[in-house]
């Protein structure tokens, strides 16, 4: 299953398939991606990050790439769990300013059994 | 538990009443930030902290919204003459580096 994001607030999978959500950041000089977590009730939890020196980067069943060209970032789950069901944010920084990290609108991943 | 901590984790208040919330972050951490998220959006910051200074807060929401660190290490948000606008989840998070760690939020209602 794969999101837009903003444009595409819900992502429902079936367990075990892949997940892929997207986002499009907004400010060309970010250099750090994010990419969070949240359960409900919960804060966001750090899944996996990016800098702007990389397009792609592996985590355990989580893959973040990195397009700088056309300003998006996408989150791959892959073999989907049911404990992978949350909304999922896409954070921007720019390090220099590290003060200010820019968070999307996020993208609501349910997973069905 | 990502060891930074919020209290309380709920407020219900009248609109009116002043409100203020607390957040201890990792000990170790020198960067303190507080968000507002508000239901099915993204965290939205407020201000931030390095060590006791206050180093942005132009992105406080109103002259209602003020915040300290006095030792550097916890923290706190007051919200004067709430709104009910003004209810939200408050998040804090902290940070050494670039990765930040955010406790569970403070819930705050106003009536």
């Known amino acids: 299953g794969e999101s837009v994001g903003l444009h595409l607030p819900t992502l429902s999978v079936q367990e075990g398939d892949n997940s892929i959500i997207n986002c499009a950041y907004s400010n060309s000089a970010s250099d750090y991606f994010i990419w969070y977590k949240q359960e409900s009730g919960k804060g966001p939890q750090f899944i996996i990050d990016i800098r702007s020196n990389m397009d792609k980067r592996q985590g355990q069943r989580v893959t973040v790439l990195l397009n700088k060209t056309v300003k998006h970032l996408s989150l791959q789950i892959a073999a989907t769990q049911p404990g992978d069901s949350a909304v999922y944010f896409c954070a921007e920084n720019w390090l220099i300013n590290n003060n200010d990290m820019r968070f999307g609108a996020g993208t609501r991943l349910t997973v069905k059994p | 538990d990502t060891g930074v901590s919020q209290n309380p984790r709920h407020k219900i208040t009248k609109r009116g009443q002043n409100v203020t919330f607390r957040c201890d972050p990792i000990?170790?951490?020198?960067?303190l930030y507080w968000y507002r998220q508000t239901l099915g959006q993204g965290p939205e910051f407020l201000t931030y902290?390095?060590?006791?200074?206050?180093?942005?807060k132009s992105r406080l929401l109103s002259d209602r919204f003020s915040a300290e660190r006095p030792k550097g290490s916890f923290s706190t948000l007051e919200i004067q003459r709430t709104e009910q606008g003004d209810s939200a989840m408050y998040l804090c998070?902290?940070?050494?580096?670039?990765?930040?760690?955010f406790g569970p939020g403070t819930r705050l209602t106003v009536l």
């Open positions: 000990s170790e951490h020198n960067r």
């Open positions: 998070a902290s940070s050494l580096q670039s990765e930040q760690f």
């Open positions: 902290f390095q060590n006791e200074a206050q180093l942005e």
